[in-house]
């Protein structure tokens, strides 16, 4: 599976707008990009995931880049709840099973 | 909501004990991973399964054996248990890969090995 980047921190205040940056300059056509968070002493929690097209869900928007190098996960009226380790992923689209590598993801403070 | 359960949630070994950590799992799905976290770091997976009767090594597998006897059932196995596999350990289940491979994780186990 390719290799993601993203930053080790970023801090933020209740209310606003957090955008998480991923970088995935080497993913392949059947590789969807899914993000998770983790806060401490509980396992990770699946936020959302995409191929190509942009999605949304209750907890968040994935941007996904036109060459799919590279996408955002845009998190609107950030609260204390939202504050967490995310990661982003690359699975491929396989029948079977998908090694999912966990990378340091990224951590999110949120300040009120 | 998909249900993944582990057992126990805090375990102190000895050095060369034998420890078991269970993971159950409702949700019917076929995938199954053990990963184990370290104080302030990532996830690193140690086996995962296919299905009941597959085993497949992660990237840390040593010292590690995995048993999946069922469709819910995938077990951690330290034969010898070292104070190097302290940790926090967390079974996950999921459906198959690419667009349907959305992971439900357990709450962890905490494992001290003296």
């Not at chain 1, 300059?25 to 056509?29: D, K, L, N, R, V």
């Not at chain 1, 009226?77 to 504050?83: C, E, F």
């Not at chain 2, 949700?27 to 076929?30: F, G, M, T, V």
């Given at each position: 599976d390719a290799k993601t980047t993203q930053p080790d921190s970023m801090e933020s205040t209740e209310g606003e707008t957090v955008h998480l940056p991923c970088s995935h300059?080497?993913?392949?056509?059947n590789e969807y990009i899914y993000w998770y968070r983790q806060v401490p002493l509980q396992g990770p929690e699946y936020v959302t995931h995409g191929l190509q097209q942009n999605t949304t869900n209750s907890m968040a928007f994935l941007a996904i880049a036109s060459d799919r190098k590279s996408s955002t996960l845009i998190l609107t009226?950030?609260?204390?709840?939202?504050?967490a380790v995310y990661h982003c992923i690359l699975i491929q689209n396989q029948g079977g099973s998908a090694k999912l590598i966990f990378g340091e993801g990224t951590k999110l403070t949120v300040s009120s | 909501e998909a249900a993944v359960t582990q057992s126990p949630r805090n375990k102190v070994a000895v050095t060369g004990g034998k420890v078991t950590l269970s993971c159950n799992q409702t949700?019917?799905?076929?995938n199954m991973y053990w990963y184990r976290q370290d104080t302030g770091h990532g996830l690193r997976l140690i086996h995962y399964s296919y299905g009941a009767g597959s085993t497949e090594k992660g990237d840390i597998p040593d010292g590690y054996k995995a048993s999946r006897?069922?469709?819910?059932n995938f077990s951690l196995i330290l034969e010898l248990a070292t104070p190097s596999q302290t940790s926090v350990y967390f079974c996950a289940s999921g459906g198959?890969?690419?667009?349907?491979?959305r992971l439900f994780f357990g709450h962890g186990t905490k494992l001290s090995v003296l």
């Open positions: 300059a080497t993913i392949s056509g009226h950030v609260s204390l709840r939202d504050a | 949700n019917n799905h076929n006897p069922s469709q819910e198959g890969g690419g667009s349907n491979e």
